[in-house]
């Protein structure tokens, strides 16, 4: 089913035009000569986006606007002004408008605003169709993009073996919530999953927790202590940094493995464990093993399977899913009730490069809850930070340097090329990301030759 586009304007003629155009171009298109009837539409049926003029005769396009975002903010708003109303059409940016054009407009631009702004209203729609994400069969990972389906296959198949497991990838990804999805999926799911964190402890407490010691082995050791191993038998036990755990401890956590054995700080006496043991880094262990950092024999063991966690900036897909997911849980502990993110919102979101990962998305999203005083989450509530030109990676000196001399043609055409590969040659795509048409984009390829 086509997305449904409602075109606000008391002009006859324009309202026309613009009908015929939008059409051709594959959508569904109602019509609506004043702001008032705008306004009575929408309450009684839903439109995936709205291109609305401000000048009208008996309610202006700002107050149409307002009446609409509180009866559906999450309605994506297009204004069509006049140049010389650009300080109102800013106004009604503030007000929730998802963005304006000046007249007249430029067509090519009308169609890639329309199709990121219809963007939005099928990521809200597939949010409702893929709640199923959310279930447990789905090993509490929220996400339906291609590479967390892969992951899932992965976990699936080596969840049943008692086989170390190696989980690498960056700070913020969920590393700790895979080795839980393993050892649930495990036949050892009935038994302790047992988590340290190896980063957060000195190398004589770490040894402590993870294989306890005798009443009287340290200054403090007032009792006898099981370390984690005794505590994880028949488990699973998760030690998270592993990249962090000193060369002097490596040698007894390798015993450990290999053999099965542990013994207590100041005991003698050596204890059989059955443990199924996961770790996890954020750290280059080759690159650790060669500075001798890492013993070489640890990593291998460790590394039986290796499982990479992707980075939340390559799985953009999941970002909505997620903010959603994070929405309900906070929203649910803050005893709010928040719908929904504003169209802008959620865009901010899914532009944003999220260096700190599923771990940073969870902090904005919930401070947004508690900074959020209506039922849906806008852009005012989110930090500046994520903003996408406060983002924008700086050019280095280095790169400078190649630009310099650089023809524009020369300059265009690698950026074409460059954009293309990221976009793994979907020309769609790409003719979005540099904000041209696909057919400008089949024009500037035949032009340097690629087409």
């Not at 895979?178 to 190398?203: G, M, P, T, Y």
């Not at 306890?212 to 202590?225: C, K, L, P, V, W």
């Not at 059989?272 to 750290?283: F, S």
Request: aromatic share 6%; proline share 3%; glycine share 6%.
């Amino acid at each position: 089913m086509s997305a449904q586009v409602l075109i606000v304007d008391d002009d006859l003629a324009h309202r026309s035009m613009l009908k015929i155009l939008i059409k051709g171009w594959g959508y569904d298109v109602a019509e609506a000569d004043d702001g008032d009837v705008a306004v009575e539409m929408v309450r009684k049926q839903s439109y995936d986006s709205i291109l609305m003029d401000i000048r009208m005769v008996n309610m202006d396009g700002i107050t149409a606007l307002e009446l609409i975002k509180e009866y559906n903010p999450s309605i994506p708003i297009l204004i069509m002004t006049a140049f010389s109303s650009v300080d109102t059409a800013v106004k009604a940016l503030k007000i929730g408008a998802y963005d304006y054009l000046t007249k007249p407009l430029d067509f090519e631009v009308l169609q890639l605003t329309l199709e990121r702004m219809l963007d939005h209203t099928r990521i809200v729609s597939e949010n409702e169709e893929l709640g199923s994400c959310l279930e447990p069969n789905n090993m509490g990972m929220v996400g339906n993009s291609d590479v967390i389906k892969e992951l899932r296959k992965i976990i699936a198949t080596i969840a049943p073996s008692d086989a170390s497991v190696l989980i690498t990838g960056e700070s913020g990804t969920g590393k700790e919530l895979v080795a839980n999805a393993i050892h649930s999926a495990s036949n050892r799911a009935d038994q302790k999953f047992v988590a340290i964190n190896c980063a957060a402890l000195s190398e004589n407490l770490l040894e402590s927790e993870l294989f306890g010691h005798e009443r009287g082995a340290f200054t403090g050791a007032d009792r006898r202590r099981e370390g984690r191993f005794v505590q994880a038998d028949g488990g699973t036990l998760f030690l998270d940094e592993v990249g962090e755990i000193p060369v002097a401890l490596q040698p007894k956590l390798l015993r450990a493995l290999q053999q099965g054995e542990v013994q207590r700080v100041g005991s003698d006496t050596v204890e059989k464990v059955d443990v199924r043991v996961i770790t996890a880094t954020n750290r280059d262990l080759p690159e650790e093993v060669e500075h001798g950092n890492f013993r070489e024999d640890l990593y291998y063991r460790l590394n039986v399977i290796a499982l990479r966690v992707p980075a939340l900036r390559e799985r953009p897909s999941d970002i909505p899913l997620l903010a959603e997911y994070f929405l309900k849980k906070y929203s649910n502990k803050n005893r709010k009730n928040i719908k929904g993110l504003a169209p802008q919102a959620m865009d901010t979101l899914i532009r944003y490069a999220w260096p700190g990962n599923v771990r940073e998305l969870e902090n904005v999203i919930e401070r947004a809850v508690i900074m959020t005083m209506g039922e849906y989450i806008s852009t005012r509530e989110l930090p500046l930070s994520l903003s996408v030109k406060e983002n924008e990676a700086p050019i280095q000196q280095a790169q400078v340097s190649v630009l310099t001399g650089m023809s524009l043609d020369e300059l265009e055409r690698k950026a074409i090329l460059a954009t293309l590969e990221e976009c793994e040659y979907n020309k769609s795509k790409t003719a979005r990301r540099l904000g041209i048409t696909r057919a400008t984009l089949h024009n500037k390829l035949k032009r340097y030759g690629f087409e």
